[in-house]
């Protein structure tokens, strides 16, 4: 092959490297976008799930106050006080998953996107990497050819 046609094909050859590298890292955008999105829509459904927590303990604190009310003597109300207590706790401790839970979800999408970039950077060094090759070469031999052009 003469120097032309060694210029065409190396010319070819970053072409297409470039084009890959390009659209490797239009992906990995796309990827984080994507993982950004879910994120917002996890955040969303748990905020959701604490509201109905919510609304479900006042519920349950409205039927246990009510039951209190309708029994007779002093036992009721230490009764209801217990009851009570126990909603809350039990109120506290959903919360507290739900929150635990989306802390957990965020981690996992963050390690998520750190591997799709590291995986974006080893696409375009393999690439790169790849170019002497191209050309019937070993890595070490690139240098040597071009400056014999």
Do not use: C, H, W, Y
């Amino acid at each position: 092959m003469g120097a032309a046609g060694l210029a065409v094909s190396l010319a070819i050859t970053l072409a297409g490297t470039a084009a890959s590298v390009s659209s490797q890292r239009k992906s990995a955008r796309e990827q984080e976008d994507a993982q950004k999105i879910g994120q917002r829509q996890a955040a969303i459904e748990n905020k959701r799930r604490i509201r109905q927590a919510i609304a479900s303990s006042r519920a349950d604190r409205a039927a246990t106050i009510a039951a209190g009310q309708a029994q007779q003597g002093g036992f009721g109300s230490s009764v209801l006080r217990g009851a009570i207590g126990a909603a809350d706790t039990q109120l506290a401790s959903n919360i507290g998953f739900a929150r635990q839970t989306q802390a957990f979800n965020q981690a996992i999408n963050q390690r998520l996107q750190a591997s799709s970039r590291a995986q974006t950077r080893a696409g375009i060094f393999s690439a790169v990497a790849g170019l002497p090759g191209q050309f019937g070469l070993a890595p070490g031999d690139i240098i040597p050819t071009l400056g014999n052009v």
